[in-house]
């Protein structure tokens, strides 16, 4: 049975592999802490290849269950980088 406790550890000695399999069952059932940090390590590239479409959409079910790590992840990802001064 999955647990997120085991997939957080795993994630914190390195095992993301495991991490994955963890809590993509619990992100498909809906536990928004689940969604959030599946997203956030599919983005990473940890597992290896970067997948920003499956990582946006596990982060965007966390957001919109109203987890906030889950929004601001959004925000950055979508937001543009903005300039300083017009000198750069």
Do not use: C
Not at 80 to 88: E, F, K, L, Q, V
């Amino acid at each position: 049975m999955a647990d997120f406790k085991t997939g957080l550890d795993a994630a914190n000695r390195g095992d993301f592999n495991t991490a994955v399999q963890e809590w993509t069952p619990l992100a498909a059932a809906g536990n928004a802490d689940a969604q959030y940090n599946l997203g956030a390590l599919l983005l990473s590239g940890k597992t290896g290849q970067p997948d920003a479409k499956d990582a946006v959409k596990w982060i965007e079910k966390a957001a919109a269950k109203g987890h906030v790590e889950a929004a601001y992840a959004l925000g950055m990802i979508f937001t543009p980088a903005r300039r300083t001064s017009n000198r750069i």
